[in-house]
């Protein structure tokens, strides 16, 4: 009996003591676990995030697989390909901005070039015409008889009749010219289109076209677009001329008598810009 009750003793203090070790452990196991959690939250915290997809294996089970790794053969694939697409971009890009810019400054030049033409053409132009009239108004049968010099009325008749006639072929011979009017304070009025009202000069120096003369002429010469008191009195649109000179005649003592008007076709100028876009 006493043997038994040694062997139960034992037994006894053998599970006690198996019972304290095995609550150890617990104790050891849970405080492992949180050191384990509290590792793993530091470690998230310094740890850079990765770019991740589940997707499911063979056997059903989710797993995760990264992105955009550059070792994988895919990647190494576009890097490859967009290499030498990009190159051909760039090139691409640089031809057509050096094509273009050659391009815009050869139109430029051509377009230069052909407007100082136009200009030394149309300048040649208006000189000839500025020429013209001058030796027109000074021309000495015509200043003869708007000076009212003559005292013989058939002597004065046969002159008018040579200064229009002259005045004609001058206008008429000239193919920049679309006609020539003259009018004094002193005899007939004459134009080389068609018949002059005499009392034009006097109307003349009331007009709108006589004060813009005055103000704006450059030693006795004024050009401009239209001179509307003349197209009222002669008989001819204004859409024959495209640009009008107007010159004072002066006498023999230099004094101011008369107005010499002198237009160019407006057809002539219209050809010039016509060839300016051929």
Do not use: C
Not at 78 to 86: G, L, R, Y
Not at 92 to 121: F, H, P, R
Not at 162 to 184: H, Q, W, Y
């Amino acid at each position: 009996m006493q043997k038994r009750e040694k062997i139960i003793k034992s037994k006894e203090k053998n599970t006690d003591r198996l019972v304290k070790k095995n609550k150890l452990t617990r104790e050891e196991k849970e405080d492992r676990k949180e050191k384990r959690k509290e590792e793993r939250k530091e470690i998230r915290k310094n740890k850079p995030v990765k770019i991740k997809t589940k997707y499911k294996n063979e056997k059903g089970k989710s797993t995760s697989k990264k992105l955009f790794n550059l070792r994988s053969i895919g990647m190494q694939l576009i890097v490859a390909f967009m290499i030498p697409v990009s190159l051909i971009v760039v090139v691409g890009v640089t031809s057509y901005t050096t094509a273009s810019n050659a391009i815009i400054k050869n139109y430029e030049n051509t377009t230069t070039q052909t407007l100082m033409k136009t200009a030394d053409y149309v300048g040649l132009i208006v000189e000839n015409a500025e020429s013209k009239a001058l030796s027109m108004a000074f021309e000495k049968n015509l200043v003869k008889y708007y000076s009212g010099i003559l005292t013989d009325p058939l002597e004065e008749n046969d002159l008018f009749k040579i200064v229009s006639g002259n005045l004609t072929v001058a206008a008429v011979s000239d193919k920049f010219l679309s006609s020539v009017t003259v009018f004094a304070n002193y005899g007939n009025p004459v134009s080389s289109i068609s018949s002059v009202k005499k009392n034009i000069y006097e109307e003349f120096m009331q007009s709108d076209d006589y004060k813009d003369f005055k103000e704006n002429n450059d030693h006795g010469i004024l050009w401009r677009g239209y001179h509307r008191y003349i197209d009222q009195k002669v008989p001819y649109k204004s859409t024959k001329y495209a640009i009008s000179l107007t010159r004072s005649i002066l006498n023999n003592s230099s004094s101011e008598i008369g107005y010499l008007i002198m237009d160019i076709k407006m057809d002539t100028i219209n050809e010039i810009l016509q060839g300016m876009y051929h």
